[in-house]
Nanobody, 126 residues
Framework: QVQLVESGGGLVQAGGSLRLSCAASGRTFSSVAMGWFRQAPGKERDFVAAISWSGISTYYADFAKGRFTISRDNAKNTVYLQMNSLKPEDTAVYYC???????????????????WGQGTQVTVSS
């Protein structure tokens, strides 16, 4: 059974930091791109960041540039999202997802991600 399990969410004050983790099990995802998305209440699921299979290439949504960093440890089958300088508008459920190929598309396409985690809540207070 393939699973992606996110962790690391929580409540943080504006300006604070969180590090999200996404642990994969059931198969290895070291050969495919991985992504992070988020969904706020009443809104569509938005792209946050993507990383290529090797971790060398990354891509960010404009709101994430300079504040968020995506990384991966293929030996641990885990992807991370370091979030700094958090703002109240970053409040959302954050999801990780596994792509179909080694590289992500630009612009990112949500339907190119086949496996999704259950999400982890991030709440940023003002």
């Amino acid at each position: 059974q393939v699973q992606l399990v996110e962790s690391g969410g929580g409540l943080v004050q504006a300006g604070g930091s969180l590090r999200l983790s996404c642990a994969a099990s059931g198969r290895t995802f070291s050969s495919v791109a991985m992504g992070w998305f988020r969904q706020a209440p009443g809104k569509e699921r938005d792209f946050v960041a993507a990383i290529s299979w090797s971790g060398i290439s990354t891509y960010y949504a404009d709101f994430a540039k300079g504040r968020f960093t995506i990384s991966r440890d293929n030996a641990k089958n885990t992807v991370y999202l370091q979030m700094n300088s958090l703002k109240p508008e970053d409040t959302a459920v954050y999801y990780c997802a596994a792509g179909r190929t080694a590289y992500y598309n630009v612009p990112p396409l949500i339907y190119e991600y086949d496996y999704w985690g259950q999400g982890t809540q991030v709440t940023v207070s003002s």
